[in-house]
């Protein structure tokens, strides 16, 4: 049998909270589960699972900066990452600062590497290319254009990816969890 306890991050710690009653009444020792911030850990306690003193001891020794840390931090990494990819998603601009944006997808990077490399062929050109809302078309008349069109893009990705990781970089720096809360994306 497994006992769940349910944490709740309080101002002096974690609290934790037996749920099942039928389990601890029925004297069984057993796991205890623990979940915080969305993930789960088990481990063996060495008590009754009506002693929620020496639960909660158990408990105390699971939930310290050191294990919460690692969760925290992975969760926080997650959330960078899923806002590079709404960024990338956001696309580009081409001309930059004055043009109308273009999708950054999959199959657009796709379409775009296609073109980079047949760039020198004057056959492919004009290459016709709908905006990001498609309420536009571009028209990429040769080569030159093909490639700065593609160097836009590329730079646009990877300087996105530059800013996620500059951050993700203090959050894994990040040592204790007021340091990590100080740890802001502000892209």
Known sequence: MQIYIDVTDTAGGFDAVLLDAEIRDAGVPSFV??????????????????DEAAIRAVVAEHTGTEHRLPVLQAQRVLE?????????????????????????????????????QMRANPDIYPVMWNSLDDTSVFTIPDQATAEAFHLTAAATIQGTVNSG?????AIRAATTIEELDAVVDPR
């Open 80 to 116: 960078v990452d899923l806002r590079t990819d709404e960024l990338i998603a956001g696309g580009f601009q081409f001309p930059p600062g004055a043009g109308a944006y273009f999708s950054l997808n999959i199959t657009a990077q796709l379409r775009m590497l296609g073109m980079f």
């Open 33 to 50: 589960g623990l979940v915080y911030h969305g993930e789960r850990d088990q481990f063996m306690v060495e008590a009754e699972p009506d």
């Open 165 to 169: 990781t500059t951050i993700k970089d």
